[in-house]
């Protein structure tokens, strides 16, 4: 077996209660593969039924980490995947990814990965403890937010290394984005927290101490030295302190999206403490606790990650200073993905501004920009579905649209019914292609960004443009696809491609070269891409076998997303001149049918998946 | 024999000779433990607790609770002092004091007799419990003699911890210390140690050891583990001849093991 993988998978039905240990796919099939995202949605290809439903019985979650997971060796080799059919527009693939320690744990337990099956007879967990499964009940923490979850079940385990990967109450209730929750601040968002709630798996629960073995240790230090020379950007407590991603793209989501300019959003932060845990052995610093140092939500102790979308989903509710951290530290632990919350809530606050919702049908809630106390009670009733309002946000913003009625369908940020990372994205065009074809599926991993502009350093020996145009559609598809093949490829791995620096030389090739050295393959960049594009195109294929088309992704999409900005910077600017074409250039670029979005023929064998023939575009 | 050492601490040569130093700066530490996980990777070990130190965890972050939920972070592991209580009681002489600062404890020679344990001023030796010989922090002896720093030191996200020649460091931590209106530790306990501390506020909120300042400093190893010793055959036969042979050619040394209320020189 090649290294870095511990050899076996973990099936688990939970209907039956029994468990099987199966073997990883031999070595051609995992060389092509090789974890992650890739090979759980080859496994989901090949036994999901067709007519699955996301909360039914048959539905499946298949969760995979990669053969650098856990080595130490590197920055970022921290990731498992999850894989389902997606609650939200449920016929697309839906995946989330979580880093922290829990998949370092799972292979320490003696597992690659995991697939469940099936529906507990009553709340459940799962405790792994050195290549032993058992389920245990789960009557004591369901209905617990995340946190205590977490430490309830250390608890019950008696073990203090454990690690916890769970859902609070948004998943018990089958809030369409509910998240799983692992190690405090971490989460594979995304709804696969939903499914596990349909399936009353309230947590899993990881504790071994075995390491994979690797092919070339020297080889492989020398090369995760090289790629933490190349990721050098490291998180301060200063960075910590500011309003967050918002800065990068100069413009923060406000109103539901009808203001994009930044203020005194993060006034008050410089008060908190701020502490910084990083994921294992990653010096990129992104995680970090916070203890709240001053106003009425003094002494709130908050954990959080990168990213800041919850900060950006309460200030687009009109909220500012602490008071939003300390909502978003209550919406994760409760577990819902804030920005399925965010929009939700949005069009509602918009409705009312607009006199289309009075008190009368809000139950007397007062629907304000700005209000606290009321977004504070929606997120206690969203998580729980409790009453009309609880259950629409849990449901959707596109529900919640239909049943305020009027216009409010046009208000709605969404793509195909999910809703993207909360951010305002729209003034920058690799974003905003990313967000929108997500690969095929609705959620993206990773890619896209400002930095596509030129090729990364590493692909100049075969890429040769730029620096695009943001006012020219001209090489931004292209440019797309190369940061999803090579952030893909980063993610199945089992990296965390916010550890991967593609914009500095050798940011790329290092990360092949720790592949190499763990596994003792041979990979090369070109090899590497491949592997990126077919992961792509499985997430495409499950899309196309349950009836997406590549027409929705520019179709069903929020109008508002798609709008020219109305204020800022960036006034004026959309994406929207340049669609569908845009939209249609990228699908053939990938080697899809622009309208159908199913691959040729010629991409599939390149890709060695003809097995998928079926599904192919025949003409 | 190294006259630095008193009598009879064995020493050796690593690479050039030249003492060098961890500097291990609390004010930076965010506890996050990279470097306790860095050490179990580069020796292989099993991934056994973080909390505690063990055959498998030759560091710990104290307080052991989970990152992030503690201010103040102390690191505790083998201090390598200049002095080694444990190399001075080994009945066989397996634990060596190198030149260039690491105190290692030979595998093979080690016969299990756990008063290296008992001796450690810092309690930070223990049994492995699948070998069932001693084991602690080798400094990365092995890296040292390649003139490389310890993986713990390179591990450190934050710059917590440095290693260098003994001279800059010492020169480096006193800067620290007095930039953040601190002190140092390590530097005088048990006459002097590899470790330096960068510490800010007091001792016991940190949870160090208050250690003495006397070379080679008390112990008690329990009588009844050294009668089982001398009276059984603890641990096997040929250990035994060997602990007799270093006694009889050796004497001067059992004065650390079995008078340790004499100040030695």
Not at chain 1, 398 to 426: F, N
Not at chain 2, 126 to 152: L, N, Q, W
Request: net charge neutral.
């Amino acid at each position: 077996m090649p290294g870095g993988y511990m050899g076996k998978i973990l099936r688990v039905d939970l209907t039956t209660g029994s468990m099987k240990d199966e073997n990883l796919p031999e070595e051609p099939l995992l060389r092509r593969f090789l974890g992650g995202q890739a090979l759980a949605t080859y496994i989901l290809l090949r036994e999901l039924p067709l007519d699955a439903k996301p909360f039914g019985a048959e539905s499946k979650v298949v969760m995979m980490t990669g053969p650098i997971t856990g080595t130490g060796f590197t920055p970022g080799g921290t990731k498992v995947t999850a894989v389902y059919l997606s609650p939200l527009t449920e016929y697309t693939l839906g995946r989330g990814a979580a880093s922290g320690f829990w998949p370092v744990y799972l292979k320490a337990a003696g597992y690659d990965g995991i697939i469940i099956e099936g529906v507990a007879p009553r709340p459940t967990y799962l405790f792994i403890n050195e290549g032993k499964a058992e389920l245990r009940d789960a009557s004591r923490v369901w209905g617990k937010g995340a946190r205590e979850t977490e430490d309830l079940l250390r608890e019950d385990v008696g073990f203090k290394d454990a690690k916890v990967m769970c859902i609070g109450p948004a998943g018990e209730n089958l809030v369409r984005a509910a998240m799983l929750v692992n190690d405090y601040n971490h989460n594979a968002a995304h709804s696969g927290g939903a499914v596990f709630g349909s399936k009353k798996l309230k947590a899993i629960v990881v504790c071994g101490t075995a390491r994979p073995r690797l092919h070339d240790k020297a080889r492989l230090i020398e090369a995760g030295v090289r790629w933490q020379s190349a990721t050098r950007f490291q998180y301060t407590i200063a960075k910590k302190m500011t309003a967050g991603k918002g800065l990068d793209l100069e413009a923060i989501p406000n109103l539901n999206f009808r203001s994009s300019l930044i203020a005194d959003h993060a006034r008050g932060f410089d008060q908190n403490r701020v502490t910084l845990r990083p994921c294992f052995q990653c010096p990129r610093l992104c995680p970090w606790d916070v203890e709240i140092g001053e106003g009425p939500r003094k002494g709130v102790v908050g954990h959080f990650n990168a990213g800041s979308e919850w900060l950006d989903t309460f200030f687009n509710l009109g909220i500012k200073g602490n008071e939003v951290l300390y909502l978003a530290e209550k919406i994760n632990d409760l577990g819902i993905e804030c920005s399925h919350f965010s929009c939700g809530v949005a069009v509602a606050f918009e409705a009312w501004e607009k006199g289309l919702l009075g008190p009368e049908q809000t139950e007397g809630l007062r629907f304000e920009w700005g209000n606290v106390e009321v977004v504070d009670r929606l997120l206690d009733m969203a998580a729980r579905r409790e009453g009309r309002w609880g259950n629409l946000f849990a449901e959707g913003p596109m529900q919640v649209a239909e049943a305020i009625g009027g216009d409010a369908p046009q208000w709605v940020v969404h793509t195909k019914k999910g809703t993207p990372a909360l951010h305002d994205w729209r003034p920058h065009l690799g974003h905003m292609i990313r967000e929108i074809v997500a690969t095929g599926g609705m959620k993206p991993q990773g890619a896209g960004g400002t930095g596509m502009a030129k090729p990364a350093p590493d692909l100049r020996y075969r890429e040769k443009w730029g620096p695009l145009d943001r006012d020219d559609a001209t090489g931004w598809p292209w440019s797309h696809i190369l940061t999803e093949q090579y952030r893909q490829f980063c993610g199945i791995i089992g990296g965390c491609w916010f550890a991967q620096n593609d914009n500095k030389p050798d940011g790329l090739k290092s990360i092949v070269d720790c592949l190499s050295a763990t596994t003792g393959w041979n990979f090369d960049l070109d090899e590497a891409l491949l592997a990126g594009h077919r992961s792509m195109i499985l997430q495409s294929l499950f899309g196309t076998q349950r009836g997406w088309i590549a027409e929705h992704d520019w179709q069903h999409i929020g109008r508002r997303f798609i709008e020219p900005i109305p204020d800022g910077k960036f006034q004026g600017f959309t994406i929207g001149k340049w669609l569908p074409e845009m939209v249609y250039e990228y699908h053939r670029l990938s080697g899809r049918h622009e309208k159908t979005g199913r691959p040729f023929m010629d991409t599939l064998i390149t890709l060695g998946l003809e097995e998928f023939k079926e599904w192919a575009q025949l003409d | 024999m190294n006259p630095k050492y008193g009598s009879l601490i064995p020493t050796s040569r690593l690479l050039d000779g030249k003492p060098r130093t961890i500097l291990f700066d609390s004010t930076k530490c965010i506890g996050c433990r990279q470097c306790v996980h860095a050490c179990k990777d580069w020796h292989d070990h099993r991934r056994t607790s973080i909390y505690e130190l063990s055959g498998t965890n030759w560091i710990t972050m104290e307080p052991p609770v989970l990152e992030g939920l503690s201010s103040l972070w102390a690191r505790n592991s083998c201090m390598h002092c200049e002095f080694p209580m444990c190399a001075a009681v080994c009945p066989v002489e397996a634990i060596t004091k190198y030149e260039e600062g690491p105190v290692g404890i030979n595998q093979e020679t080690c016969i299990g007799c756990e008063y290296c344990i008992y001796a450690c001023p810092w309690g930070v030796i223990t049994m492995s419990d699948v070998t069932h010989k001693a084991a602690k922090c080798t400094m990365c002896s092995d890296r040292v003699s390649g003139d490389k720093s310890p993986f713990c030191v390179q591990a450190c996200p934050v710059g917590a911890l440095e290693f260098g020649l003994e001279e800059a460091i010492s020169a480096k931590a006193s800067k620290c210390a007095q930039e953040n209106g601190g002190y140092l530790y390590g530097d005088k306990e048990a006459g002097g140690t590899q470790l330096l501390y960068v510490l800010k506020e007091k001792k016991e909120d940190y949870g160090v050891c208050p250690v003495g300042l006397e070379r080679y400093p008390r112990h008690k190893i329990p009588l009844g583990l050294m009668l089982k010793d001398l009276f059984t055959l603890r641990y096997g036969f040929t250990g035994k001849i060997r602990a007799l042979y270093f006694a009889i050619i050796h004497p001067q040394r059992l004065i650390y093991r079995y008078w340790p209320w004499r100040s030695v020189a």
